[in-house]
């Protein structure tokens, strides 16, 4: 593994998160200057990357020891189960394949051949493949890549195949695990490969014997670059959340920061450092908002609090959407806006899910953001409310990722809105932009947050 990739990603984390604290807590704006400079810590980034200790790695450890499916008996194979352990393995599963060898049964139906690993995520390797035609001496290999299925009542031969379950009402005895049963090997992708990997053979019925004469082995690909997830730190049903998801927030940030930078890795493209930099800078900044609920049960300080929208939730506006090596596509339509940001009962507040969502429609054309959390919000004056977040795109034109700013300047005598609203997604590629007026919905405020509103 490259312990300096990890020792500069910790580095950069360390000062981005020093830098913010101090933004944030002691209205430093000087430290934007700090953060500027920090951004040039990319450039080793980029060095390390272009570093051949990132490249995927293939390790096989295998057991050879004979797994005896008994003698004209249902029940558990000898051993049962069979196992094999893993160890000195840096960084996240990318891929496993597992391959039996000189496998013969005189029935190949009543075989049910199941790996657990080392946390107990699993995978039916076969059940209830291959009818009653003898399978004798052949070696099966196990990989999601593979072209075909194992055959449901043909013959068996030797080959590569994807993972086989023709019986899913399976139940295996102890000490394997009850159902369910996964269905496909990457089932351990991102997971820590070191433990104890166990294969449970079961004859479910009686009358016939085989054997694995030269037992198993499986191959697995680490990506040393890419950090496993921890299962142990999930949060569960039972677990205390704060009542903001708070817990599910900071794992979702951590699996689009996995999944940013494994595209880094499968694409080579230095441009995707910079998702890669939003994201760190957006978790950081996260951790710092909530840090204080996690601890105490308070939030981040309250700025201004706000809640908009259009009159009838709908308006007509002209709407630009650019998408790199693609001319224009500029759409007429109705849009609505809505927004809801620090309405607590205190002067505490803290980002959510679903405080914000945009929806436009053309003709049948849909382009939907949802899920919208804030990383900031602003006011002036009662009659200027501003917002940036992130956002889930759908529809028929866009999706994915996409940063979005939202500004609403009010007309008080009127009490007609100007909206200025501009969403780029995260790989900067693609952006959505309009600009319109509407009157406001009756339900619109602007204004401080100790300020009393009705629900209405």
Request: net charge negative.
């Amino acid at each position: 593994m490259s312990n300096g990739f990890q020792d500069i990603i910790g580095e950069l984390e360390r000062q981005l998160g020093e830098a913010l604290r101090i933004i944030t807590e002691n209205g430093d704006i000087d430290q934007i200057e700090r953060m500027a400079e920090l951004l040039i810590l990319k450039e080793k980034l980029i060095e390390e990357l272009i570093d051949a200790l990132c490249q995927p790695i293939d390790t096989t450890f295998e057991n050879s020891d004979e797994i005896v499916i008994n003698d004209d008996e249902q029940g558990p194979a000898n051993p049962y189960p069979s196992e094999i352990g893993v160890s000195g393995l840096d960084g996240a599963i990318r891929d496993v394949t597992v391959t039996l060898y000189g496998l013969s049964h005189t029935w190949p139906d009543d075989l049910d051949v199941l790996l657990v690993g080392p946390e107990g995520q699993n995978v039916m390797l076969m059940s209830d493949a291959g009818g009653s035609l003898d399978v004798e001496n052949v070696t099966l290999k196990f990989d999601d890549a593979a072209a075909d299925f194992l055959p449901d009542s043909g013959q068996i031969v030797s080959g590569t195949f994807k993972p086989t379950n023709y019986e899913m009402d399976t139940n295996l005895p102890n000490p394997a695990p009850p159902q369910p049963y996964g269905t496909t090997l990457s089932v351990f992708d991102g997971l820590n490969p070191n433990g104890t990997w166990r294969l449970f053979v079961f004859d479910d019925a009686g009358g016939d014997s085989g054997e694995i004469a030269e037992g198993w082995d499986i191959t697995i690909k680490t990506n040393p670059c890419v950090l496993p997830t921890d299962s142990e730190n999930d949060v569960g049903d039972d677990q205390e959340d704060n009542g903001n998801g708070v817990h599910s927030v900071i794992s979702n940030l951590e699996f689009e920061l996995s999944r940013a930078f494994q595209a880094i890795l499968d694409s080579g493209n230095p441009d995707q450092i910079e998702r890669f930099l939003k994201l760190l800078i957006n978790k950081e900044l996260l951790i710092l908002l909530i840090k204080d609920e996690l601890g105490n049960g308070n939030g981040a300080d309250c700025p201004c609090k706000f809640r908009i929208g259009i009159q009838g939730n709908a308006a007509p506006t002209d709407v630009i959407v650019t998408q790199e090596g693609q001319e224009d596509t500029n759409l007429s339509g109705t849009i609505n806006v809505s927004a809801e940001q620090c309405f607590t009962g205190s002067t505490r507040c803290n980002p959510n899910v679903d405080e914000f969502s945009i929806d436009f429609g053309s003709d049948g054309t849909t382009i939907n953001f949802t899920q919208g959390r804030r990383t900031t919000i602003s006011c002036e004056n009662g009659t200027v409310a501003r917002l940036q977040g992130t956002a889930q795109a759908s529809g028929d034109l866009l999706s994915g990722d996409f940063n979005v700013s939202i500004e609403l300047t009010v007309d008080p005598d009127t009490e007609i809105g100007t909206w200025d609203i501009f969403a780029q997604s995260f790989d900067g590629d693609t952006t959505f932009s309009t600009q319109f007026t509407a009157p406001i919905s009756s339900r619109t405020f602007i204004g401080a947050c100790s300020e009393n509103v009705g629900p209405n």
